[in-house]
């Protein structure tokens, strides 16, 4: 049971994270399961290096928590001057240029919490946990998208997106 709640808390980001990727562009399926293989192999990196990483479990969620707040800026930015100039100009090497690039870092930031969890839960086998965190992320994620959906037509969504996923970030560093 407590696999299971675990499995489920750590996947609430996804959920929120979700919500805020699709304020900001279209999320699909395959965005969501693309985004859950980060959630799968750092789960299975995280399990299979238990004991070294164990120590670690903080910094990988503050890391995680920095890269929605990249997440966060990247949105906002794209809000005030446009997608094209942001992209190409602004945060080019911290957010890519590429959609590719935005799952990607949005599957990195949520998948930091679950590799943390991965390392707290040594009875779990790590296959079964990187299993249930990829699916629950994938779940989560595609759920938060469908929430937010009828939302993408109002003015401003991409600067809520962009505030919701820095707030996010910060919640995550300092608490």
Request: include cysteine.
């Amino acid at each position: 049971m407590v696999f299971l709640f675990t499995v489920i808390s750590v996947s609430l980001d996804a959920y929120y994270a979700g919500i805020s990727f699709n304020l900001g562009e279209k999320l699909t399926l395959a965005d969501c399961i693309y985004a859950s293989f980060y959630t799968l192999a750092t789960c299975l990196i995280a399990s299979a290096l238990r004991n070294a990483a164990s120590g670690y479990t903080a910094i990988i969620n503050k890391a995680g928590g920095a890269l929605l707040i990249a997440a966060g800026i990247k949105y906002l930015t794209e809000a005030y001057y446009g997608k094209k100039r942001t992209a190409k100009a602004l945060f080019k090497p911290l957010c890519g240029r590429s959609r590719s690039e935005s799952v990607t870092l949005m599957g990195l930031s949520v998948s930091a919490d679950a590799a943390a969890a991965a390392v707290a839960l040594p009875a779990a086998p790590p296959l079964l946990c990187a299993l249930a965190m990829f699916v629950f992320h994938a779940g989560f994620l595609l759920l938060g998208g469908i929430t937010a959906k009828p939302l993408r037509s109002f003015e401003g969504a991409t600067v809520a997106a962009g505030i919701f996923l820095a707030a996010a970030g910060t919640c995550r560093i300092l608490l």
